[in-house]
């Protein structure tokens, strides 16, 4: 069977544009140092401090889990949302508009591409961290787990594509709107705590960034030790992930669309030094 | 067949914070015929590059109307970004990690091509640029100039029916420069039917290459006709280029009766200003060389030289290209 030529294109054009990144992941070996072992020094805090408070020992399971989709996240916000303020400094923003292929293949290939290297992080967190402070894991369906990890990611990197979208008029701004968003999102998506404990509203409000719901959903798949720990149940966090990820998608491509042409009137895609 | 380029009143200005408007393209109009290797000359700011992104759709005209290959630039995206590529001097596009063969392939991709037709491309063009022993280095270890003639590649590697090539030997040094103007008239010879739309403000490079050339400056087009053609336009008046012994300011010049326009630059190593004039006619040599003399400047020697297009646009323009101190008579 042919595939059509337009989505032949596209598809090419997200592995074009993955590679790099899959490629500098394994050409570079110097980064995976300081992305794996550091991030394990700040998960040490949070575990001491469980340990004082004699909290469960799930939690610590927690903080290692979390500790790991904050690679996801980080990913999200430098290497996707603020990422075509680099590429326009670059001058690279502008030959992947004028390339006769949607804008969102080439944010499709830079969101797998991140993909892999973030799973590499998260990975090494997970390894080290479990080894390290001792979690055990009680995975009551993988089926579940994998599933929610996959539409967490897929959701996730839907809203990074939004991200990268909206902030496609942006010059240096972008850099601080990343900064801007990484520390709230830690405390208001519960990386390090469990997020029923913000109370029901404030959760609810954070299950607008897709890691909410996919980590509490894990959480209570892979710790089940005290159930009334979960904020809603992992089917309906799953359903609702499920729902984000086509309307991420969605916005992302309506976004992109409007702000290419907004840039188009104002002249930011080429422009650099803003 | 319809025009390769074709713009009509073209206009495009720019908001600036604090409300300030620059208008960078005032009125355009340009028709360059499938085939033609058109040449857009002006000064840095003149508005070449601005009309460029509005021609492959980076841009929306303010006012006036842009069709490329006969396609309208602000409805007929797709098709149009089918039919073109762009390489702009100095760019620094791609990414450090790729080798030049994986920046070239990868760009590749954005246009559908295949991958062994790709490579083929890709082999091909940098032996023809001088770049095949550094396929396999990575970017990022480029020289400057290295890094220019991998980007050259990258707009012919899409085999594009119209290329705009912006300012594509900036920085370069000789060799390399004209390994790249080469190129261009080799490709053009042996694709038929293709456009270049090059600007630059290298004249003689403009000189070389285009079978027309435009002259813009302050986002108007002076003047649009083949190199030689222009050149004949400024032989009406006289050339005159005057040696002095010394480094000296000349803006005084500006104001005499009878000079249309002046450029000047001097050698620190050789101690020497060269003034170029363009006169009204030979009738006013004597009296600039009354008025050197009385001033007490050390005339070196005086000769009448032949219009290049350097001339033209001093002619036009009553300033040189690159001499910041020119001045406008």
Redesign the interface.
């Given at each position: 069977m042919r595939i059509p030529?337009s989505l032949?294109?596209f598809l090419?054009?997200v592995?074009?544009?993955a590679?790099?990144r899959i490629?500098?992941a394994n050409?570079?070996l110097s980064w995976l140092i300081p992305e794996s072992v550091l991030p394990i020094l700040g998960l040490a805090a949070y575990v001491y401090v469980y340990r004082v408070m004699k909290a469960p020992p799930e939690f610590v399971g927690y903080v290692v889990l979390g500790g790991a989709m904050t690679a996801y996240w980080l990913n999200i916000l430098w290497s996707m949302a603020s990422q075509f303020y680099w590429e326009k400094e670059?001058?690279?923003l502008?030959?992947?508009?004028?390339?006769?292929?949607s804008p969102m293949?080439?944010l499709l290939g830079m969101g797998i591409g991140g993909l892999f290297s973030s799973t590499i992080r998260a990975g090494a967190v997970i390894l080290l961290g479990s080894l390290l402070f001792g979690v055990t894991y009680q995975v009551t369906s993988l089926g579940l787990v994998l599933l929610v990890f996959f539409l967490s990611l897929v959701a996730l990197y839907g809203m990074g594509m939004l991200l990268a979208s909206l902030f496609l008029l942006s010059g240096r701004e972008a850099w601080n709107l990343s900064n801007a968003l990484q520390e709230p999102v830690y405390l208001f998506s519960g990386f390090y705590f469990p997020v029923k404990s913000l109370g029901f509203w404030a959760a609810a409000a954070a299950s607008i960034i897709p890691l909410t719901l996919g980590l509490d959903a894990m959480r209570q798949l892979m710790f089940p030790g005290d159930p009334t720990m979960g904020f809603l149940s992992p089917w309906m966090e799953c359903g609702i992930l499920l729902l984000l990820c086509p309307v991420f998608l969605y916005l992302s491509k309506v976004a992109l669309k409007k702000m290419e042409h907004a840039a188009?009137?104002r002249?930011t895609?080429?422009l650099r030094w803003q | 067949m319809p025009e390769a380029i074709l713009t009509e009143d073209l206009v495009r200005e720019f908001h600036l914070k604090g409300g300030r408007t620059i208008r960078a393209l005032d009125g355009v109009n340009l028709q360059v015929d499938p085939g033609e290797l058109f040449g857009l000359l002006g000064p840095n700011g003149a508005g070449k590059t601005t009309l460029i992104k509005i021609l492959v759709t980076l841009l929306y005209p303010t006012s006036g109307r842009a069709f490329v290959d006969g396609l309208d630039v602000t409805r007929d995206v797709l098709p149009i970004r089918q039919r073109i590529n762009m390489v702009s001097g100095g760019e620094y596009s791609g990414y450090g990690i790729l080798t030049v063969k994986e920046t070239l392939w990868m760009f590749s991709q954005f246009y559908g091509v295949p991958y062994k037709e790709a490579f083929k491309r890709i082999e091909e063009l940098l032996e023809v640029v001088g770049l095949k022993s550094e396929a396999n280095m990575r970017v990022s270890k480029l020289s400057t100039g290295m890094r220019q003639k991998m980007n050259f590649c990258r707009g012919f590697v899409t085999d594009p029916k119209i290329l705009f090539l912006d300012e594509p030997t900036l920085g370069l040094d000789v060799e390399a420069a004209r390994d790249i103007r080469a190129y261009i008239k080799t490709w053009m010879k042996e694709h038929p039917g293709r456009t270049i739309l090059l600007t630059t403000h290298y004249m003689a490079e403009a000189d070389e290459l285009c079978d027309r050339v435009a002259i813009i400056d302050h986002g108007e087009i002076l003047a649009c006709d083949t190199p030689q053609a222009l050149k004949k336009k400024v032989s009406g008046g006289t050339l005159l280029e005057i040696s002095l012994s010394g480094l000296y300011d000349l803006s005084w010049l500006k104001g005499n009766s009878g000079i249309k326009g002046l450029t000047y630059s001097s050698s620190i190593e050789k101690s020497r200003t060269t003034l170029k004039l363009v006169l009204e006619s030979e009738e006013v040599v004597p009296g600039v060389i009354k008025e050197l003399n009385q001033r007490e400047f050390s005339i070196l020697g005086i000769q009448s030289v032949e219009p290049t297009l350097e001339d033209v646009f001093l002619t036009l323009v009553g300033r040189g290209l690159s001499d910041e101190n020119s001045t406008l008579s």
């Open positions: 030529p032949e294109l090419r054009a592995v074009g544009r590679y790099p490629v500098g050409r570079e670059t001058a690279n502008q030959l992947f508009i004028m390339a006769p292929v293949a080439i188009r009137i002249g895609l080429s | -």
